[in-house]
Each structure stands twice: as structure tokens, then as C-alpha cells.
């Protein structure tokens, strides 16, 4: 194996994606919007438990609410993709944007706080920014050798 190969991962990875305003989109299809333009889940993809998972995170959210694993599973009982692996694959995916935190009796929407914050402190501050500021780097180093 080269060893380039492993010079060009990624450090780390963010997608986004802009869609319409959200106006008159709820319920489920705007989880699924949200999920969509911070790249959590893929246009087209027919897999869409995460859409589900975060579904049932936000409205035990209202009512102050912790889930663990097996009552995911019992919620979407019957769905594709519902099984304890990958319900726990997914919850890592959204504790990764720090959207879910875990707890040790199970899972949250982080601090049962709002969205909004968590994109405006986390994802732009320590994702968003030093990614762009890396892409102009070498956007300047181009600019110098050529």
C-alpha cells in the first residue's frame, strides 16, 4: 500500500447542502430536510432511519425525555434499517455534529436545547470556519506557485 494513500484523507468532513425555505414542510419531512442540508443523510437514500431516530429525539425532547437503544428499536419496529447496530451507528452520527449527546441512561437532543445553537456554536465555529480557512490556505499557496 502507498503511502500517499493515507497523506490524502480527509482531517475531517462536512457537507452541506441548501435547500427551499422550509415553509410549509413539518413533522417528519423537515427532520428529513434538516438531516439533508447538513449531509446526515443523502438525497435519494432509501435508508432513512436516522430521519426516524432524530424524529423520536426531538419530540421526547417536548416532554424532557431520554432514550435508550431498545426503545428505539420498539418505536421503529418494522422499519428498514431498525436494528440495535444500526440505530447505534446513526446515534454516533449525530452525536458527531454534537446534535445528540449519550448519557448513561440513554440518548438526548444535547442539554434537551434547542438546533439552532448547537449549528451556530459548534458546526461553524469548529467546523465550518477552520475548513474554510484551510481551503484558502491553499488557495494562497496556489496563487503563489502558479
Known sequence: ??????????????????YEAPHGVDGRELVKKFLLS???????????I???ITHSLLLAKK???????????????????????NVRRQLRRLR???LVEKLPEGYRITEFGA???????YVKEFLLHPTLERVKEYAD??????
Open 141 to 146: 499557496k496556489l496563487d503563489s506557485a502558479y
Open 115 to 121: 438546533i439552532k445553537p448547537v449549528m451556530e456554536s
Open 63 to 85: 416532554e424532557k425525555k431520554i432514550l435508550d437503544v431498545p426503545e428505539f428499536i420498539e418505536a421503529l419496529k418494522g422499519k428498514p434499517g431498525a436494528s440495535a447496530p
Open 50 to 52: 436516522i430521519v426516524d
Open 1 to 18: 500500500m502507498s503511502k500517499k494513500a493515507l497523506k490524502d484523507l480527509p482531517l475531517q468532513e462536512i457537507t452541506l447542502r441548501k
Open 38 to 48: 447538513v449531509g446526515l443523510l443523502n438525497p435519494g437514500e432509501s435508508r432513512d
Open 96 to 98: 458527531e455534529l454534537k
